[in-house]
T-cell receptor, first 110, second 118 residues
Framework: GIQVEQSPPDLILQEGANSTLRCNFSDSVNNLQWFHQNPWGQLINLFYIPSGTKQNGRLSATTVATERYSLLYISSSQTTDSGVYFCAASLSGGYNKLIFGAGTRLAVHP | EAGVTQFPSHSVIEKGQTVTLRCDPISGHDNLYWYRRVMGKEIKFLLHFVKESKQDESGMPNNRFLAERTGGTYSTLKVQPAELEDSGVYFC????????????????FGPGTRLTVL
């Protein structure tokens, strides 16, 4: 089945810094989503981005499907950005079940 | 618009007991998914309903787990009898449809049910 790998596993930033999180996937996908798991454990949907680029405020994401990777950019980070960021993908031609990466744990310090 | 809701938020039971988790998807979403994250592991797919039919149950760990979605609305996930290794967070998600590369495929997750088996 499809493999989803995220890097780095852990990231520590000072407030105001920018960061890039990476997600590699092993096969063609028809769905790729980025999530933020907040301190209460809730998975917040950030982007649905099987290809192309999207932006939402300080966050943006780019997926290069032909090269099988996706990037999540966080600019001017804030302490509220702390938490775990998950990438999840589903296989093209499959039933749309999401395969999750292990996550990137981000800590933003004031 | 209400999001995906799950009940209960927490459940603590003893080994051998039965627990039933409930998920209410976003209104109008035909697709409903169950996932879980057990201690220290990644979030794993359990099964997928399209309306009331099981589309994919390849992730169900064993026959102690039974999922239903009568009438194609809410879903229940029953664990009977519960074992220690079933402890974790159970997430439910829903999407409008599965068309392939459409934003209507976006899966929205509920807050999860934290299950502890003692």
């Amino acid at each position: 089945g499809i493999q989803v790998e995220q890097s780095p596993p852990d990231l520590i930033l000072q407030e105001g810094a920018n960061s890039t999180l990476r997600c590699n996937f092993s096969d063609s996908v028809n769905n790729l989503q980025w999530f933020h798991q907040n301190p209460w454990g809730q998975l917040i949907n950030l982007f649905y981005i099987p290809s192309g680029t999207k932006q939402n405020g300080r966050l943006s994401a780019t997926t290069v499907a032909t090269e099988r990777y996706s990037l999540l950019y966080i600019s001017s980070s804030q302490t509220t950005d702390s938490g775990v960021y998950f990438c999840a993908a589903s296989l093209s031609g499959g039933y749309n079940k999401l395969i999750f990466g292990a996550g990137t744990r981000l800590a933003v310090h004031p | 618009e209400a999001g995906v809701t799950q009940f209960p938020s927490h459940s603590v039971i003893e080994k051998g007991q039965t627990v039933t988790l409930r998920c209410d998807p976003i209104s109008g979403h035909d697709n409903l998914y169950w996932y879980r994250r057990v201690m220290g592991k990644e979030i794993k797919f359990l099964l997928h309903f399209v309306k009331e039919s099981k589309q994919d149950e390849s992730g169900m760990p064993n026959n102690r787990f039974l999922a239903e979605r009568t009438g194609g609305t809410y879903s229940t996930l029953k664990v009977q009898p519960a074992e220690l290794e079933d402890s974790g967070v159970y997430f439910c998600a829903s999407s409008q449809r599965t068309s392939g590369t459409s934003s209507t495929d976006t899966q929205y997750f509920g807050p999860g049910t934290r299950l502890t088996v003692l």
